[in-house]
């Protein structure tokens, strides 16, 4: 794998890292601060599923991630 792909990799591996990290964080606080501002239960299965969605695109990249160092392995 060339120093530019490695690059690639280890950037692609903190933008994931940060969106797992920033989605929990703003998940947590959606969930604390529904209730507080009165918000009904739907909106709490907005923040839900906004989480959901992110938490899976980070586990897309990951399993690209994956892919690609193992496909630099074979070669």
Do not use: C, H
């Not at 792909?5 to 929990?24: F, N, P, Q, S």
């Amino acid at each position: 794998m060339t120093d530019k792909e490695e690059i690639a990799l280890a950037r692609k591996g903190r933008m994931v890292g940060l969106v797992i990290a920033g989605t929990m964080v703003l998940w947590i606080a959606a969930q604390w601060l529904a209730p507080q501002f009165g918000l009904p239960g739907r909106y709490a299965l907005l923040f839900d599923f906004a989480a959901l969605a992110a938490l899976i695109w980070a586990m897309v990249n990951i399993y690209q991630m994956r892919r690609a160092r193992a496909a630099s392995r074979d070669t």
